[in-house]
Each structure stands twice: as structure tokens, then as C-alpha cells.
């Protein structure tokens, strides 16, 4: 059986981060995912990505990242990894207002 392996695309900051992972899921903190295992390409060339580059210097020491779920665009399994990218926000996507959820139910203000 091969491994699993998930496409998370999310934003970030005002950019849309797409990364690969070997485990997703949904953390025991409210509102978060979970993200472990993350995956970047080994890169044979001497062609450096330097989206993929900020990537590995942002996630490359970390063992588990949560993500929001109200920044999450899309979550797909794949059957391999692909290259790991940050690009620019664009116009077709919109990060839902927040905050998602709020104490008390009238802005967290009694």
C-alpha cells in the first residue's frame, strides 16, 4: 500500500501556500488542522524554486503546523507530491471574514 500524501492549499499572510503532507487532520484545538509529515521536492537540478526555498526555511524544522480552518481553500489526496509554492492572492479567492468564532456571541464584549 502507498503512502498517503495531501495537497493543502490555505492562505497565509495574503498569499496562498500550497503544501504537501503525509497526515491531516483535524487538531484537538477548535478551529485548527493539523499538519504533519510536510513533504518538499527533492530538487536534482540546479534549478532552485524559490517559492519551495521559503517554504523549507518557514516549515522545515517544524513537526506539526496548524492551520486555521477558515484559511484552508482546499484539501486534496494526491498520489505524488508536486512542488510546493506560495503565489500571490488574486482576485477568485477570499479568505472569510473573521474571527470565526466569538465568546459570548456578541463580538466577545459582555
Not at 67 to 94: C, F, W, Y
Amino acid at each position: 500500500m502507498s503512502k498517503r500524501i495531501y495537497k493543502i492549499i490555505f492562505i497565509n499572510q495574503g498569499k496562498v501556500y500550497e503544501i504537501f503532507a503525509g497526515r491531516v487532520y483535524q487538531a484537538d484545538l477548535y478551529g485548527f488542522i493539523a499538519v504533519e509529515e510536510i513533504i518538499f521536492g527533492e530538487r536534482s537540478s540546479v534549478v532552485v524554486d524559490p517559492g519551495e526555498e521559503r517554504l523549507k526555511s518557514e516549515f522545515g524544522s517544524v513537526t506539526q503546523s496548524y492551520i486555521p480552518m477558515h484559511s484552508v481553500i482546499r484539501i486534496d489526496q494526491v498520489e505524488k507530491e508536486g512542488s510546493a509554492k506560495i503565489t500571490e492572492l488574486g482576485d477568485k479567492v477570499a479568505q472569510f471574514p473573521t474571527p470565526l468564532y466569538t465568546p459570548g456571541g456578541k463580538g466577545g464584549k459582555e
